[in-house]
């Protein structure tokens, strides 16, 4: 679960996420550069094209430099 009481300086630009497919077992992290938690979900899945039954947990809120420092373009998603 996200720590909500952190919010990095100049607002929410992004986050680090973690995506579980239920058949299979290993966890696969994602960034992606969108500041609204459930837009930032609905990128993630459009990315990697998964069904409903995938569990995508925000672990992160990223910056405005930690977006920067990734080269992430607004709406993108990239792995971790």
Do not use: C, N
Not at 13 to 38: F, N, R
Not at 58 to 73: D, F, Q, T, V, Y
């Amino acid at each position: 679960m996200t720590d909500k009481a952190y919010v990095p300086f100049g607002g929410v630009q992004g986050w680090l996420a973690d995506l579980t497919i239920q058949a299979q077992q290993p966890t696969k992290s994602y960034y992606v550069a969108e500041p609204e938690m459930h837009r930032a979900m609905a990128a993630i899945r459009a990315h990697t094209k998964v069904k409903e039954d995938a569990i995508v947990a925000l672990r992160r809120a990223l910056s405005k430099g930690e977006i920067a420092g990734l080269k992430l373009k607004p709406g993108e998603v990239k792995p971790a």
